[in-house]
Structure formats: structure tokens, C-alpha cells
């Protein structure tokens, strides 16, 4: 019964290769989003997708590309897989709470991806 | 400068102390203020949110100086299943982007 799951947890994958992840969330959220957590623990937001629209697109190569097919899912698709795109990726989801502008982002449990 | 600073830590206490971690953050359109809590290799879950007056949650107390762009979190009596990361966060809704932005985060190890 999770809130919101990714697929897979764990990707090993050569440098070069093409490759997608998956998040799902079933909390009903308007807002879904993909963090990446590098080797200092740093979680960065990459991007966030609002009802199915790109309303973040933080400073990330061209050779990410997210995809939202409906609100409940935001996939991610990376492109020639560089050394340095090892890292845990995160996603997550939220609902504004209009009486009071708050949200609470709920993560999913993270994609190990390591690029060799 | 990093938009939210935070003492990476480790903090090491025995069971039973209080503790206190500190953060600063340096955007002031930053509108919501957020404490998370990451175990090893698990995902971030929201511990509590902060009030400007201040707002406490069992043992967990947490504050808000929005003047000097600082926030702080106590833990009375600690546990030895509070050990994990603290993370500060910061929610910036700056030309219709709301957007959570983190602290590195603070480790610590509460021992026997």
C-alpha cells in the first residue's frame, strides 16, 4: 500500500546506455517532482510537474527528460549515462493545502542508480 | 553560499541528552520551514514543520527567528532511534515556483 513507489530501486548500467525510472504515486497529488541525492548526501530538486505541467526545470542536462503521462506518474529518462549521474534519485509528491498555502512532499524509497 | 547551511555533523550524544542543531537560510522569499529526518539508505520523511512561534512535538521542539533567517531543532531525551539525518528544509515560492530546498543535512548518532 505505499504512497509513492519508484522502479527500480537498484540500476547498474555502463556508461553510454539509455535508461528510464519509474514513479508512481497514488495519493491523489496534483504535484509530483525527481530529486537526486549525490555521494555528500546533498538532495537537489531536479525537476516538478504540476497536473502533468513542467513547472521546474532546475539547471539539469538536457539528457535528463521527464515525462508525465498523467498525474499520478512521473517517469525519468536519461540519456547517455555519464560516470557522474551515480547517484540515489528521489521522487516525490505533494498537495498544497489552500487554507494555509503549507504542502508536505511525501518521497518515494530512491533509485540506486550506479554508472560503471 | 548555499541557500540552506546546516553542521554536517556527527553529533554524538549518549541516550537520554539534549541536543540541538542549527540552520541558516539566505533566500528571505522563503515562506515555510520544515525539519525532515533521513535514515541510512531510506528516503527523507517529514519530521515536523516549523512556526514562526515556535512549536513543539513530544520531545522534539522546533523554532523560527524568520529576523535572522535561522532555524533550530531540540531533542529532549534522546533516543537510540533518533540516530539518522536531520534535514533542514526551506520552501522558496518565488514567481509561482514552490520548490523545497535542502539542507545537507546533520547526522546523529545517539549511542548506548
Known amino acids: 500500500d505505499t504512497a509513492v513507489s519508484q522502479t527500480p530501486k537498484y540500476l547498474v548500467t555502463q556508461m553510454g546506455n539509455d535508461k528510464s525510472i519509474k514513479c508512481e504515486q497514488n495519493?491523489?497529488?496534483?504535484?509530483m517532482y525527481w530529486y537526486k541525492q549525490d555521494s555528500k548526501k546533498f538532495l537537489k530538486i531536479m525537476f516538478s510537474?504540476?497536473?502533468?505541467?513542467?513547472?521546474i526545470n532546475e539547471t539539469v542536462p538536457n539528457r535528463f527528460s521527464p515525462k508525465s503521462p498523467d498525474k499520478a506518474h512521473l517517469n525519468l529518462h536519461i540519456n547517455s549515462l555519464e560516470l557522474g549521474d551515480s547517484a540515489v534519485y528521489f521522487c516525490?509528491?505533494?498537495?498544497?493545502?489552500?487554507?494555509?498555502?503549507?504542502?508536505?512532499?511525501?518521497f518515494g524509497p530512491g533509485t540506486r542508480l550506479l554508472v560503471l | 553560499r548555499k541557500e540552506v547551511e546546516q553542521d554536517p555533523g556527527p553529533f554524538n550524544v549518549p541516550e537520554g541528552a539534549t541536543v540541538a542543531f542549527n540552520c541558516t537560510y539566505s533566500?528571505?522569499?522563503?515562506?515555510?520551514f520544515f525539519w525532515y529526518r533521513q535514515d541510512c539508505r531510506k528516503e527523507p520523511k517529514l519530521l515536523m514543520s516549523?512556526?514562526?512561534s515556535g512549536n513543539e512535538d513530544g520531545r522534539f521542539t522546533a523554532q523560527l527567528n524568520r529576523a535572522s533567517q535561522y532555524i533550530s531543532l531540540l531533542i529532549r531525551d534522546s533516543k537510540l532511534s533518533d540516530s539518522a539525518t536531520y534535514l533542514c528544509?526551506?520552501?522558496?515560492?518565488?514567481?509561482?515556483?514552490?520548490?523545497?530546498?535542502f539542507g545537507s543535512g546533520t547526522r546523529l548518532q545517539v549511542q548506548p
Open positions: 516525490a509528491s505533494s498537495q498544497v493545502l489552500r487554507n494555509i498555502g503549507e504542502e508536505t512532499q511525501y
Open positions: 495519493l491523489g497529488h496534483d504535484t
Open positions: 510537474y504540476n497536473n502533468k505541467e513542467l513547472i
Open positions: 533566500n528571505s522569499a522563503s515562506q515555510s
Open positions: 516549523v512556526y514562526s
Open positions: 528544509v526551506v520552501n522558496i515560492r518565488d514567481m509561482g515556483r514552490r520548490a523545497l530546498t
